[in-house]
C-alpha cells in the first residue's frame, strides 16, 4: 500500500512563492502518475498540475496556474515537487498530493498541507 507525505505549505504574501513537496512509499509498485490538487473552502478538489508516466512524464496544468506554478518529479526518490511563483490569495487551499501506482492497486492521497496567501 501506497503512502503518501506532502509537507512544504505556509503563509506567503501575494506575489510571493513557496515550494511543496511530496513523497510517496510503502509499496513496491512503481508510481505510474503523481500529482497536486487542491481545495479551498466551499469548493472541490481540483487538479492543478500532474505528471503521467516515467521518465520525463506528461505534464498537465490547470489554465489558472499556467506559468506561475511548475510540476516536476523525481522518479528515484519517488517524490514530487510543485513550485509555486506569483502567489495570489486565490491560491489559498489545501493542497493534496496523488500517487496512481501501475497495476491498477487504487491512487493514494495525502493528509493535506495547507497554503495561504494573505498580507
Known amino acids: 500500500q501506497v503512502q503518501v507525505v506532502e509537507s512544504g505549505g505556509g503563509l506567503v504574501q501575494p506575489g510571493g512563492s513557496l515550494r511543496l513537496s511530496c513523497v510517496a512509499s510503502?509499496?513496491?509498485?512503481?508510481?505510474?502518475?503523481m500529482g497536486w490538487y487542491r481545495q479551498a473552502p466551499g469548493k472541490q478538489r481540483e487538479l492543478v498540475a500532474n505528471?503521467?508516466?516515467?521518465?520525463?512524464?506528461?505534464?498537465n496544468y490547470a489554465d489558472s496556474v499556467k506559468g506561475r506554478f511548475t510540476i516536476s518529479r523525481d522518479n528515484a526518490k519517488n517524490a514530487l515537487y510543485l513550485q509555486m511563483n506569483s502567489l495570489s490569495p486565490e491560491d489559498t487551499a489545501v493542497y493534496y498530493c496523488?500517487?496512481?501506482?501501475?497495476?491498477?492497486?487504487?491512487?493514494?492521497w495525502g493528509q493535506g498541507t495547507q497554503v495561504t496567501v494573505s498580507s
Open positions: 510503502g509499496s513496491r509498485a512503481s508510481i505510474y502518475a
Open positions: 505528471i503521467i508516466g516515467g521518465g520525463g512524464g506528461y505534464t
Open positions: 496523488k500517487a496512481v501506482p501501475y497495476g491498477g492497486s487504487p491512487p493514494a
